[in-house]
């Protein structure tokens, strides 16, 4: 016996000196942004950490990559420019200890191809200039310029152009950059955000008068966060705030913005970007805390990295500054809470997803293939993947392929393409049969419909079935014919099985629409429809609008009883019946260049709706036209107080639901 407890023992023993099971897994994730569906994804990482680099920084708060690959950092609390090799190591320091070659507080670097080191010293309120071996070269203090007016010369972020004219941020200026030439000569402000229009702006101007408006603070556009310059001259500004909106800017030598102002994805709390040699976009954004990846458009493509002011973690930005991207693709960030510099490096996957879209991007489809499909042997999730294949299956005219491809990509335009290509080619070969089919099928409707009418004053119908046939054939004559048909039915009593089979014909059309609309104009992925929800917020409105109608016309003295209302709620819903099954057979047969069909018989659709609920509230009320107007708006006002106290009430019930719930799983945990 004491053998065994000695066996178990050791075993035991064994079992806690075994190391614990260690993972790999970046401390983030790394997510992709599909454009057609508009939403994030996971994936495999683009970039990893390589490495974070101290060098006894003390505050680093901008950084530049130069075009050798070295690292610029300015140092703010240090009062230098520190120089790193691309592999991390310190070079040499930039600034005197003393004299005139001493800088206070730097917060922007940038060093022309050239290597002259140009420093927003801004605790000097001036830009230093040092050679390539870091000697005191010259400064440029505030200009002598009216139009600077009283204006402080604090430069915290610059540029330097192929001409030398330099590009200044000052501190919190709503004006736009500064303009100097080489010797020093102010040449006019640059690129300035253009103020926000807020909806409260807009009713002060139109409610206040000229002197109540001088009194108001005036709508101040938002300063320019950071600069960046790319090689062919372009000059990128980061703006922070306004939801991402004018966030990056592309702006040629007129100040003309590429971009037109547009949103970017993540880019709320922009702190810096750079630009790489194939054009590709970064930033660092303390909003989405994430290092973000754009294509030249500045099109969100992936997200990576995390910032975390508690890190401790390697991979894990602190409070980043400045971003910056050398040869080789590398991302460096510059960290003042962490007082380190991050490096980041592509993985293969990366390398291969980005040449192909640079590939793409240039339309060199045939080229790009082969990185496509090693991204396709490595993640058969990706979309980028089916749209890259895709266009190169189109490009080589495979539009089955290619149609198979884009859908899976939800790339309407795409698929379009390749969906118009496809159609050409069957009508090119099945004209002939299509058009005599489509003759016999109107031949067949002609002379059934004769004979069906033949036959019925032969074998007439039993009386009992003449007062049904009227009210559906009514169904449809409402619907040309408006007025007289509602007359009809306001003094009628429709049997409940009719009400109750045309409702359920509107409902399966409303099914067809769903699940039978072309992908053109529904891209969705029918596996993934919520039908409760979409039958829910078909039915609601309607049934919202008969109870409103009714309660709301009854206090107006209308004359509608509710089993009136409720028929006429029901045969107001012809247009949709009649339009939307057409509209469904169009959507699997035109293109998006042929989208105008499809928008024109919606919007006629909707028109023709709204004509008929109102021509209802004014035949079966028996209001005058005015009256019908009034109480109709009253009506859509009283649909949604409906729809507010609803929700209300969810919410609370909701809330008394959770608290029962909580209070029993406690009581069932103590017990």
């Excluded at 507080?105 to 191809?113: A, I, L």
């Excluded at 200009?143 to 540029?159: Q, R, T």
């Excluded at 749209?387 to 539009?399: A, M, T």
């Excluded at 099985?497 to 104009?521: C, D, E």
Aim: hydrophobic share 45%; with cysteine.
């Amino acid at each position: 016996m004491k053998k065994w407890i000695a066996c178990l023992l050791v075993a035991a023993t064994a079992l806690l000196a075994v190391p614990d099971t260690m993972y790999a897994r970046l401390p983030y994730i790394t997510s992709y942004f599909d454009s057609n569906q508009s939403s994030w994804f996971r994936i495999q990482p683009i970039y990893t950490p390589a490495d974070a680099y101290s060098a006894r920084f003390g505050e680093p708060v901008d950084l530049h990559v130069a075009a050798d690959d070295k690292v610029y950092v300015a140092d703010k609390e240090l009062g230098q420019v520190i120089v790193l090799n691309n592999d991390g190591s310190l070079e040499r320091t930039i600034g005197d200890e003393e004299g005139i070659g001493q800088l206070s507080s730097p917060e922007g670097v940038f060093v022309t191809p050239e290597g002259l080191v140009y420093v927003a010293d801004a605790g000097n309120q001036r830009i230093a200039v040092f050679d390539s071996d870091g000697a005191f070269e010259r400064e440029y203090k505030k200009p002598d310029s009216a139009l600077l007016g009283s204006e402080h010369f604090v430069p915290n972020k610059l540029v330097v152009d192929r001409r030398g004219v330099m590009y200044i941020a000052l501190n919190s200026s709503y004006q736009g950059l500064v303009r100097l030439n080489g010797d020093g000569e102010f040449m006019g402000y640059f690129g300035a955000n253009k103020a926000q229009q807020t909806l409260l702006n807009w009713l002060k101007k139109l409610i206040l008068n000229k002197e109540q408006l001088a009194k108001e603070t005036a709508s101040l556009p938002r300063p320019i966060t950071n600069i960046s310059l790319d090689d062919d001259g372009f000059i990128y500004t980061s703006t922070a705030a306004g939801f991402g909106q004018g966030a990056i800017r592309k702006l040629n030598a007129g100040g003309v913005d590429a971009f037109k102002n547009k949103t970017l994805e993540n880019g709320h709390g922009i702190v810096d970007m750079a630009v790489d040699k194939d054009g590709f976009l970064y930033n660092v954004d303390l909003d989405s805390e994430r290092i973000n990846l754009y294509d030249r458009s500045g099109n969100a493509l992936f997200a990576f990295g995390l910032v975390d002011k508690e890190t401790q973690q390697y991979g894990v930005l602190g409070y980043p500054t400045g971003i910056g991207v050398d040869s080789h693709n590398g991302i460096w960030i510059s960290d003042s809470l962490t007082k380190t510099v991050h490096k980041y490096v592509r993985t293969e996957f990366g390398s291969d997803v980005l040449q192909a879209l640079v590939l793409y991007t240039d339309g060199k489809y045939e080229e790009s293939k082969p990185y496509w499909d090693r991204v396709y042997a490595r993640n058969d999730m990706y979309n980028g993947t089916f749209q890259g294949l895709g266009k190169v299956y189109l490009h080589e005219n495979n539009d089955g392929e290619a149609l198979k491809f884009m859908k899976t990509a939800f790339d309407t335009d795409g698929y379009s393409k390749a969906f118009w290509q496809i159609r050409l080619e069957w009508l090119q070969a099945h004209f002939v049969v299509m058009f005599l089919c489509l003759v016999g099928l109107g031949l067949l409707i002609h002379f059934g419909m004769k004979g069906i009418r033949r036959l019925l004053r032969r074998h007439p119908l039993p009386p009992a079935w003449s007062r049904p046939l009227a009210d559906l054939r009514n169904f449809g004559y409402v619907m040309i014919h408006p007025y007289q048909g509602f007359y009809r039915l306001k003094e009628a009593r429709v049997a409940p099985w009719i009400i109750i089979l045309l409702l359920v014909a509107v409902f399966g059309v409303k099914l067809a629409t769903i699940y039978g609309t072309g992908f053109l104009f529904h891209p969705v992925d029918l596996m993934e429809i919520n039908l409760r929800n979409e039958l829910g917020l078909f039915v609601l409105p309607w049934l919202t609008w008969i109870i409103a109608n009714y309660l709301v016309c009854s206090v107006k003295d209308g004359e509608g009883r509710f089993r009136e209302v409720m028929q006429g709620s029901t045969y107001a819903l012809a247009p949709y019946l009649f339009f939307s099954i057409p509209i469904v057979i169009l959507s699997n047969i035109v293109t998006l260049d042929e989208k105008v069909i499809i928008g024109s018989l919606n919007s006629a659709m909707v028109l023709w709706l709204g004509v008929m609920f109102i021509v209802m509230t004014q035949v079966i009320h028996n209001f005058d036209f005015l009256e019908t107007l009034k109480n109709t708006a009253v009506t859509v006002f009283t649909i949604g107080t409906i729809w507010l106290f609803g929700f209300i009430v969810f919410g609370l019930s909701f809330n008394l639901y959770d608290f029962f719930y909580q209070l029993y799983k406690e009581v069932s945990f103590y017990q």
